[in-house]
């Protein structure tokens, strides 16, 4: 019986260095670019691994093509991707960079976007992951030397590249509890992982055989039992419609 393959990963970006004649209210064009916006390097890990790892243009012996060649492979063994604010910067920010250098984009994957379930499923009065993993996990990211970082990284520093992959190895360490967290109280853009697994019934949230039934589910179109995970909590309903003149 085979597991899914979750991916979980965080990118690093460099910022655009551009030319300004003034820092009073500076105004830019494209001819103001020396270096364009771009990814540094990303960290990942598979769902069991206790440590991430890490691949940039500095690092990577193959350099900016080989970091990104390898995410997208990675991506492309993937059955699931995590990430945090995952959809709307960082794969856009991937398939972007794959245009740019001419390299095929993965597979299509099914992703989870673990800022989004918690802007969707909490008020929390910060929508930041260090904060997340401080509420959630009594744990927080690393710190750094703030935008000087990306400065020494961007003139080829080997200490700051190296500050930088410890940074964003911390980033995707904290995603797998955090997911483990979140996940009961997510209700869409979750994979079934007993279908996965190849589970014929189990937990659609975890893949656990340890569940009880708890009540029933009335839909538009029917009457379904109801079930509750012992192992993560989540809820999930049967596979067939029960006869509506069943009781509760």
């Not at 260090?130 to 996990?137: S, V």
């Not at 927080?140 to 590249?161: D, F, H, N, Q």
């Not at 995970?229 to 067939?240: A, M, N, T």
Request: hydrophobic share 35%; net charge positive; glycine share 8%.
């Amino acid at each position: 019986m085979s597991k899914p393959r979750i991916l979980y990963f965080d990118l690093e970006t460099l910022p655009a260095v551009v030319v300004s004649f003034d820092l009073f209210k500076p105004v830019f064009s494209p001819e103001h670019i020396l270096e364009h916006p771009r990814i540094a390097g990303f960290s990942y890990m598979w769902h069991g691994w206790k440590r991430a790892r890490w691949s940039s243009e500095f690092h990577h012996p193959e350099g900016r093509v080989g970091m990104l060649t390898l995410l997208r492979d990675l991506i492309d063994e993937a059955d699931v991707l995590i990430g945090y604010n995952s959809q709307s910067f960082d794969k856009k920010w991937l398939d972007g960079e794959l245009m740019v250098e001419g390299i095929p984009p993965p597979s299509p994957v099914q992703q989870i976007d673990l800022y989004r379930a918690l802007r969707r499923h909490s008020r929390f009065i910060s929508g930041k992951l260090d904060y997340a993993a401080q509420r959630l996990l009594n744990d927080r990211k690393v710190e750094t030397s703030g935008i000087s970082l990306w400065i020494e990284c961007l003139k080829g520093k080997r200490r700051a590249w190296d500050e930088m992959r410890k940074y964003a190895l911390k980033d995707t360490e904290l995603l797998p509890p955090l997911y483990e967290r979140v996940r009961p109280y997510i209700e869409t853009q979750l994979p079934n992982i007993a279908l996965l697994e190849g589970k014929e019934f189990a937990c659609t949230r975890c893949g656990s055989e340890d569940f009880h039934r708890r009540g029933y589910l009335y839909t538009r179109t029917g009457k379904y039992q109801r079930y509750r995970c012992k192992s993560c909590g989540g809820w999930f309903r049967g596979l067939r419609r029960l006869e509506t003149t069943e009781g509760r």
